[in-house]
């Protein structure tokens, strides 16, 4: 058995967050996390049935500035971490210039099979499944300082 004959039971592409949500801070990190986990299909192969187990062993993230972040983990939000926002993380990118970019998600599988139930065996080799790209708005950050909320300061700067 080869990957080859396992190629069609291939995993959907999967998707990841970023943290901003969705955009980013010109050089500020921008952090990444994937959300690929095992995924067993199940079908027909040699006229038989055939289970395929797919676990994931590396993540890259590709962006449209030309950087590329590996990783074999998946990331987690910075919560996870316990560090603040806009802090490096082994997953995090960060953009040199504003704009409109993307983001894509690659996920490398390792692979088992069985057929009608039987003991799981594994295949040589390794799949690679590429993502879509993702929009990322990259823009500039400016603080204002201000006496206290709005509600109670409504004509301090960036008020009203």
Known sequence: ???????????????????????????????????????????????????????????????SDGATVGSADPGATWAELGQREFTATPTSHVYRSKGEHTARLDVTYVAEYRFDGSAWRWIDGTLTVQGAPQPVLVGDFDTVLVTGPCTTHPNSPGCG
């Open 1 to 63: 058995m080869t990957l080859r004959d396992v190629a069609t039971f291939q995993p959907a592409p999967h998707e990841h967050t970023a943290e901003p949500a969705g955009w980013a801070v010109v050089d500020l990190p921008a952090n990444a996390v994937a959300e690929a986990g095992t995924v067993t299909r199940s079908g027909t192969l040699f006229a038989r049935p055939v289970q395929v187990r797919f676990h994931p062993v590396g993540y890259r993230w590709v962006y």
